[in-house]
């Protein structure tokens, strides 16, 4: 059992920077990978970038490479999403998820947190 908590959502200008961060507690040897994937109402959850535990290896999403840099600390247990140059199209619903390989479906995350949500105003 794997449990996540995100925190760091807020409203943010355009063109601002938000920091989310993911704390990940429990049964956190049985995953080797945290992704972050973003939900808005109507819309599909889709992938915004992971990491893996062991060596940092990272990848995203087209739509937030050059702006969003996903890091970790394994000491800590958090992975954390830094996001700049925001646009109101990031505004969503941000969820951390771990899994056993870093993956761009949702299906492949076994745990997931609550969400924090993202609001970007032009």
């Known amino acids: 059992q794997v449990q996540l908590v995100e925190s760091g959502g807020g409203l943010v200008q355009a063109a601002g920077s938000l920091r989310l961060s993911c704390a990940a507690s429990g049964r956190t040897f049985s995953t080797d990978a945290v992704g972050w994937f973003r939900q808005a109402p109507g819309k599909e959850r889709t992938f915004v970038a992971g990491i893996t535990k062991s060596i940092g290896i990272t990848t995203y999403a087209d739509s937030v490479k050059g702006r969003f840099t996903i890091s970790r600390d394994n000491l800590l247990n958090m992975v954390y999403l830094q996001m700049n140059s925001l646009k109101p199209e990031d505004t969503a619903l941000y969820y951390c998820?771990?899994?056993?390989?870093?993956?761009?479906?949702?299906?492949?995350?076994?745990?997931w947190g609550q969400g924090t949500q993202v609001t970007v105003s032009s």
């Open positions: 998820a771990a899994g056993t390989v870093v993956s761009r479906t949702t299906g492949d995350y076994a745990y």
